[in-house]
Structures are given as C-alpha cells and as structure tokens.
C-alpha cells in the first residue's frame, strides 16, 4: 500500500541510494528488496517546461530528493537531482564545461527553490 503524502529520506539513504543506482547490473537475491523496491516518485510541480518530483520512500526524515526535468525542446531536456535538507536545496554540478541547458534548467530549478520552496 502506496501512502499518497509524501514521506522523507534521510541523507544516509540518499547515499545508499545513489550508491545502489551506479551503471552496471543489480544484484538482488531472492526475498531481499533494495531501495529501488522502497521507493516512489510524487509529481510536486509542473508548468509549461519545469517538471519537479520527489522521490518518495518508507522512511520518515527531515530530508528528501528533488528530481527536476527542464523541457528545452520537443527533443531536448535537461535534469537535475537534488537534495531539500531543512531549508537548503544542495545541488551538484560537474566540473568544466555544463552541457547545453543547464543554465536554463539551473535558474528554473533556483526560481522554484525560491518561489515554491521558499529557500
């Protein structure tokens, strides 16, 4: 049963869980469940390009993951996963040169924080 409130990860699971979602096969045996099986994604926000959800797990915390989608084109998006602890929204990005994009879908992600999110 699929609670429809959206329930919080701590950041010790968010570790775990990018950990477990590294390029490569899974291993899962018989009658053991990963945090993929844990978790559900809920659509927070949506507007003509700006798509947030939050992944959403069976563990009460005071933090969560954020999955922003920014729609470039018919053909092009950009994402971005993120992390609300608190009142901080902790964002990473690569060193070097940022795709195409990203500057459009960073100032649509850093308005939402600001407008809806109120960080």
Known sequence: LVKTQALLVDSAC???WVRQQA???QMNTAGQSTSRDL??????YK???L?????VTSLD?????LHFQYQLSEQLSW?????????????GLPNGELLKGTKEGLT???EFAEEKLKI
Request: glycine share 8%; hydrophobic share 40%.
């Open 51 to 55: 798509t947030v959800k939050q992944q």
């Open 47 to 49: 507007d003509g390009k």
């Open 61 to 65: 915390s005071e933090s969560s993951i």
């Open 108 to 110: 649509a992600v850093l």
């Open 79 to 91: 994402s971005m996963q993120t992390l609300l602890s608190g009142h901080s929204l902790f964002v």
């Open 14 to 16: 968010v570790l775990r």
């Open 39 to 44: 978790t559900q994604d809920v659509l927070l």
């Open 23 to 25: 390029p490569g096969p």
